[in-house]
């Protein structure tokens, strides 16, 4: 855990913004370092050293231009920035397809909005997220499909990790992060993630658990 979690927030409502910072004020090892509206707001801050970033995945392009930001855009400019960034969704959960367009960008988590007590205990889920444990909701996982018990364990960025590392078993880590252009840290994390969930420790083991279970054959493209 580091010693102090530098947070980015954005959200298309100036009151959800609000929300969010009353709920980690006074927590000391968190720092909000930047709020954002649009996502002319919020490029500017992906300059900055942070950790998390809250991402609504309905965040307008600008104050003039209300349609929604794409996703690729602000993890790509995370990727060419170097930076290792935990991103986690914020979604009403209406549309499983934008939701699997968050995983497939590189989203570790999605939160959906209507979950009031990911919000409540906003601080813990925060550092859970730093801490690398999954705080995906299962609103989520239901709206993609993955309802069984195997699969709603692991979120949706931990299985699509895992199927690459299926898929190219000879590929470096490097590599297989730029295939699916997230950061190597980020990447790292999710496969260590997913082994721990199936009880296993290393990468061949998770594909033969993966097998027994029939996961592959479950993930959503």
Same mark, same amino acid.
């Given at each position: 855990?580091?010693?102090? +979690?530098?947070?980015?927030?954005?959200?298309?409502?100036?009151?959800?913004?609000?929300?969010?910072?009353?709920?980690?004020?006074?927590?000391?090892? +968190?720092?909000?370092?930047?709020?954002?509206?649009? =996502?002319?707001?919020?490029?500017?801050?992906?300059?900055?050293?942070?950790?998390?970033?809250?991402?609504?995945?309905?965040?307008? !392009?600008?104050?003039?231009?209300?349609?929604?930001?794409?996703?690729?855009?602000?993890?790509?400019?995370?990727?060419?920035?170097? !930076? *290792?960034?935990?991103?986690? =969704?914020?979604?009403?959960?209406?549309?499983?397809?934008?939701?699997?367009?968050?995983? $497939?960008?590189?989203?570790?988590?999605?939160?959906?909005?209507?979950?009031? $007590?990911?919000?409540?205990?906003?601080?813990?889920?925060?550092?859970?997220?730093?801490?690398? !444990?999954?705080?995906?909701?299962?609103?989520?996982?239901? @709206?993609? =499909?993955? $309802?069984?018990?195997?699969?709603?364990?692991?979120? @949706?960025?931990?299985? *699509?990790?895992?199927?690459?590392?299926?898929?190219?078993?000879?590929?470096? +880590?490097?590599?297989?992060?730029?295939?699916?252009?997230? @950061?190597?840290?980020?990447?790292?994390?999710?496969?260590?993630?997913?082994?721990? !969930?199936?009880?296993?420790?290393?990468?061949?083991?998770?594909?033969?658990?993966?097998?027994?279970?029939? +996961?592959? $054959?479950?993930?959503?493209?």
């Amino acid at each position: 855990m580091k010693d102090k +979690i530098r947070v980015v927030m954005s959200d298309g409502h100036l009151s959800m913004l609000d929300g969010y910072a009353s709920r980690l004020r006074g927590h000391l090892d +968190i720092e909000v370092v930047g709020c954002a509206l649009s =996502g002319d707001e919020l490029f500017p801050l992906l300059e900055r050293n942070f950790d998390v970033l809250l991402l609504d995945l309905n965040l307008p !392009k600008s104050e003039g231009d209300r349609r929604v930001l794409p996703i690729y855009a602000v993890i790509q400019r995370l990727i060419r920035k170097n !930076k *290792a960034v935990s991103v986690v =969704g914020i979604s009403n959960c209406e549309n499983p397809n934008v939701l699997r367009a968050a995983f $497939q960008a590189g989203v570790v988590d999605v939160i959906c909005k209507a979950e009031s $007590q990911f919000f409540i205990h906003l601080a813990s889920n925060i550092r859970k997220v730093v801490d690398n !444990k999954s705080v995906t909701s299962t609103a989520v996982l239901t @709206a993609m =499909g993955l $309802q069984d018990e195997d699969l709603v364990a692991m979120s @949706a960025s931990e299985l *699509a990790a895992l199927q690459l590392r299926y898929a190219y078993p000879n590929a470096t +880590i490097s590599e297989l992060a730029q295939m699916h252009t997230r @950061a190597e840290s980020t990447f790292r994390n999710l496969l260590s993630r997913s082994y721990d !969930k199936l009880g296993v420790d290393n990468a061949l083991a998770a594909v033969l658990r993966a097998q027994e279970l029939g +996961i592959f $054959q479950q993930i959503p493209n």
